[in-house]
Structures are given as structure tokens and as C-alpha cells.
């Protein structure tokens, strides 16, 4: 069964072409960076209009790498939700459309649940074919962790058949209560003027400053201890810099050409001061670190040992080795997708849709999209 993938939830256009939930035939991103780096972050509206531009050319090269006819596609996958409502319509309307056009089931996918499918698509083994890879077991402590979103789900398999052991269950352990991981990312870097996004820009220059130059404290949180909070972090890093040399040098960054974008990490670097080196590598040593213990925590209250983690962040490389490190030193197995498929992409979309279709959740002309869409329980 061939799957289009259809995923337009922020600022990333993408579409794929999927094999049985497991085989990814193409696999194309439209990024929206240069629209949005002078801006620090992503303007809704133009984010909708350049998804007005891209998403046909983006479904054809997909279907064009694939080397398949759009006519030959067996169902339809759009992420529905949580997003930006404007972003998420272009993709869905268009995606109901074809559908329509081609008379083609069509599915709704919960982007978080595309995060987590994206864990599966590359680590878990496909009983029918008998794909020899290393299996990623369920039921699992999974964080999705990105721009938009820091939660923790205890995911289970659906049902016990064995023709439906992708249809899964998803129980909410802890979600953020103000800023995703990503996003204070993004802010801390845009106080410093290190330019957009915040995130592979300040996992390249922690690796020349000093984790423990900071100490931020472990943050502590009231009510569900596997909730997350990052706006304090944030306000730590805010009030480290106000006043201080720290916000002259950053006024100086500010004052470089917009497309900052385009400079690499070496250049930065040199314009950055060693105790804004410390500052930065501090603030990455405190996230990771928060979101590891708290999702280790999740999965010794799950009492699970198979840890997922996906999204955008999981393509940090201290959050990464410090997985890594912990999984081998307690006895967790922890899977990670590979860095395209962490960051926004139509594959995991059209591997969750595939399952869908397989199970006959089908959608209809009333599928609309939602800025909020929780996954789970």
C-alpha cells in the first residue's frame, strides 16, 4: 500500500511517499527558514502563504522521487493538528482535494503521533516482511520534544491481534505548562542575537563553552513531577544578560546582516565571548538534563525499559549521548528516529496514515484542523 503524506503544521512543507507503514519511497521538506530568521521565529501568516506556494510543487517532486504517479497512490495522510490553524489547512484542504479528485481514502494524523511513528518507522522490525532491523519494543516511555511541543506518553500496543500490532494506545504522563523545549531555544538565542532557529545553533557553540560555569538549578514543579516548565530557565538566562557586558555584545551580533542563517558556527563563534559560550552551553546542560530525568522518571513509573524520544530537539547531540550514556549505565533500550525524520516531515505522517487506513479509520469532508489536538489520555 503507497501512503501520501501530507504534513503542513508550522513552517516546514512536506510530502512523502511511504511503503507499508515502513518503506520510505521519497521524503521532501520545503524549509521556511530564510522567511522567518529575521523575524526569530515564525510569522504564522507568512508561513501560510509560503505553503500556499510550495505544497504542489512539493507533492509532485515527492511523487516524482518515488517514481510514482500521484494516480497510483492508495490513501491520502494529512496532519490535522495541533499546529498553526493557517498552515495546517493549506496542507489539508489540498490533501481533501485529492483525495476527492482521485477517489482516494483519505486520513487524519495527529502530528504528535506522526512523532512517534517516525520512532517506529526506522527501529521496528515489520512482522509481514520480516525487515531485519533492531526492533523497538513497546509499551515504551516516548518524549516528543520540539518547537512546539514537550510531552511524554506511555505508548501500547492497540490491540493483542496480530494484524493489527501498529494500531497503538497513548496515555499522557506529562506535557509542558508554558514553553516547549525548542521554543526556549529559540528565545534564549534570539536574546543572545545567535540567529534562527535557536536550537542547532546553540548545540554547536555549547561544545566550546562550559556546562557547569551556570548553575541553573534543578526545576522544580508542583502537582504531576513529570510536567515540564522552561519559562523560568528562560528568565534566568534573560536577567544573566540584562545589564551586563552580555546584552552590549549581543546589541553588536544584532547589528550583523539578517541572513545570519548563513553563517556557520566557526564565524559565530568568534564574535561570541567565552561567557557567552559558558551561558549558552549552561542553559543546553540544564533542558537536557531536565528532560532526561523527568523522562527517565516516566519510564520508571510506566515501568517500561524501551524509551522513545523524537521531534526537532532530538536531533541535539548532548541530549542524544546522554540517552545514549544513561540507556547502557541503567539498563533502558532507547530509540531515536534518524535526524530527518526528527525534525517536521511528511514520512511519519503517511507511516501513522498507513495504519489508519489498514484499520478503516477513515476521515470525510468534515476533517478540519485543530491548533490544539491532544494526543491521548
Keep these: 500500500m503507497l501512503v501520501l503524506g501530507i504534513e503542513s503544521s508550522c ?32 510569522v504564522p501568516e507568512l508561513a501560510s502563504r509560503e505553503h500556499l506556494r510550495k505544497i504542489e510543487p512539493v507533492v509532485n517532486e515527492a511523487c516524482q522521487q518515488a517514481q510514482v504517479g500521484i494516480q497510483d497512490v ?9 499546529g498553526l490553524v ?4 493549506v496542507g489539508l484542504v489540498y490533501g481533501k482535494a485529492l483525495a476527492l479528485a482521485l477517489a482516494k481514502p483519505l486520513v487524519g494524523v495527529n502530528h504528535l503521533e506522526g512523532h512517534i511513528h517516525a520512532v517506529l518507522l526506522e527501529n521496528r522490525m515489520d512482522r509481514l516482511a520480516g525487515k531485519p532491523v533492531q526492533e523497538a519494543q513497546l509499551p515504551a516511555a516516548t518524549l516528543v520534544v520540539s518547537g512546539g511541543h514537550t510531552s511524554l506518553f506511555l505508548v501500547e500496543e492497540g490491540c493483542a491481534r496480530a494484524e493489527c500490532h501498529s494500531v497503538l494506545s497513548y496515555k499522557r504522563l506529562g506535557q509542558t505548562r508554558d514553553d516547549a523545549a525548542g521554543e526556549a531555544f529559540d528565545k534564549v538565542a534570539r536574546l543572545l542575537a545567535l540567529g534562527y532557529p535557536g536550537g542547532p545553533v546553540i548545540d554547536q557553540l555549547a561544545r566550546w563553552g562550559d556546562a557547569q560555569a551556570v548553575d ?16 523560568g530557565l528562560k528568565t534566568a538566562v534573560l536577567y544573566r544578560v540584562r545589564g551586563t557586558p552580555l546584552a552590549i555584545e549581543a546589541e ?6 539578517q541572513a ?4 556557520s558556527a566557526d564565524e559565530l563563534r568568534a564574535h561570541c565571548s567565552p ?48 540517552f545514549v550514556e544513561v540507556s ?48 491521548g489520555t
Excluded at 493557517?86 to 489547512?89: E, I, P, T, W
Excluded at 553588536?252 to 546582516?257: D, H, L, T, V, Y
Excluded at 545570519?260 to 553563517?263: A, D, E, P, S, T
Excluded at 533542558?287 to 516516566?298: G, K, N
Design 11 to 42: 513552517d516546514e512543507t512536506a510530502a512523502a511517499i511511504v511503503a507499508d507503514g515502513t518503506r520510505v519511497l521519497s521524503s521532501v521538506v520545503a524549509s521556511q527558514i530564510p522567511t522567518h530568521a529575521k523575524y526569530g521565529g515564525v
Design 74 to 82: 492508495d490513501g491520502v495522510a494529512v496532519a490535522e493538528g495541533p
Design 86 to 89: 493557517g498552515s495546517l489547512l
Design 216 to 231: 541553573f538549578g534543578r526545576i522544580k514543579m508542583k502537582g504531576n513531577p513529570l510536567d515540564f516548565s522552561f519559562s
Design 252 to 257: 553588536q551580533r544584532r547589528a550583523w546582516p
Design 260 to 263: 545570519r542563517h548563513n553563517v
Design 275 to 322: 561567557a557567552t559560550l559558558d551561558l549558552v552551553a549552561s542553559f543546553q546542560n540544564a533542558v537536557v538534563r531536565d528532560l532526561l530525568e523527568r523522562t527517565l522518571a516516566a519510564a520508571d513509573t510506566a515501568q517500561v525499559d524501551s524509551i522513545f524520544v523524537s521531534g526537532g530537539v532530538a536531533c541535539n547531540s548532548l541530549l542524544r549521548a546522554r
Design 328 to 375: 547502557k549505565a541503567q539498563g533502558y533500550r532507547v530509540f531515536f528516529p534518524s535526524p530527518a525524520l526528527c525534525t517536521d516531515n511528511a514520512a511519519m505522517i503517511a507511516a501513522a496514515g498507513y495504519y489508519k487506513l489498514k484499520a478503516g479509520e477513515l476521515a470525510d469532508a468534515a476533517l478540519t484542523a485543530h491548533a490544539s489536538f491532544p494526543l
